[in-house]
């Protein structure tokens, strides 16, 4: 971290709070989450660095940075928008990363949409599964990324630790199939409802979504499996769906 008052960059310590004007850098082994005031997610992957422009604005140079605004919806005008080389990036209730790749700027949505405003008066607009590439000169290419293509690894790896304490069985559920960018899919209505009728306790902390989802059912009444895009979940004893 480095705000314009440091001299030189201070490392960042756990649930330490960062300010507008300040500047985070991650190291070529390091990536970092971050939580802002609103409960939004932002991660960052290896050598990234961004600056804290105020509380609507953050400037990406160089590397990946990934949204998820949850499922609420804030009120036009005050979403988070990521300023890059090729314009400002607004999200429309959505998961999703912006890279800087030398000269061009990538935006893939997993969730929702986004806008990207050049600022010389054209926008270009990308959809969940979409990826759009934009280069220096302006032109754009698109492609399809699905939700739990590989590139998301980076993602989960990074995502903030989930308190199971108290919580149910399908909540947590929820959270981890939102991470792999899966659907969960329920065997029946009886393994929905155990789901939500079963308790957790304990802790999950350091293991990302798809090592939590390994620990976790076997203790529980339920077994869940990740099979192209969806999370599977059964009662134990149960056929497969």
């Known amino acids: 971290m480095k705000s314009g008052w440091l ?8 649930r330490q709070a960062l300010h507008a004007g300040e500047q985070v850098e991650t190291a070529s082994s390091g990536r970092v989450a971050l939580t802002l005031g609103d409960g939004l997610s932002v991660r960052l992957d290896h050598d990234t660095l961004i600056s804290l422009v105020d509380s609507r604005h953050i400037s990406l140079t160089r590397g990946a940075l990934y949204v998820d605004s ?6 036009t005008g005050s979403e988070l928008q990521i300023v890059t080389p090729a314009g400002a990036v607004r999200h429309l209730g959505t998961q999703y990363e912006t890279r800087v790749v030398g000269s061009q700027v990538q935006i893939t949505v997993r969730e929702g949409k986004v806008e990207l405003d050049t600022g010389a008066g054209s926008t270009h607009r990308a959809s969940a599964g979409e990826q759009i590439v934009v280069s220096s000169a302006g032109s754009v290419q698109r492609s399809a990324v699905s939700p739990y293509d590989a590139r998301w690894e980076w993602v989960s790896a990074t995502a903030p630790s989930f308190d199971i304490d108290g919580r149910s069985v399908g909540a947590f559920l929820t959270w981890v199939a939102r991470e ?7 065997a029946d209505s009886q393994t929905q409802a155990e789901a939500a009728r079963v308790l957790l306790s304990g802790s999950i902390s350091g293991l990302n979504p798809g090592d939590a989802l390994a620990a976790v059912m076997p203790t529980t009444p339920l077994r869940g499996e990740v099979r192209s895009g969806q999370l599977l979940v059964s009662l134990s004893g149960s056929g497969s769906r």
């Open 180 to 186: 792999l960018g899966c659907e969960v899919v329920y």
């Open 7 to 14: 001299s030189r960059w201070q490392p960042v310590g756990l």
């Open 70 to 75: 949850g499922s609420k919806r804030l009120p």
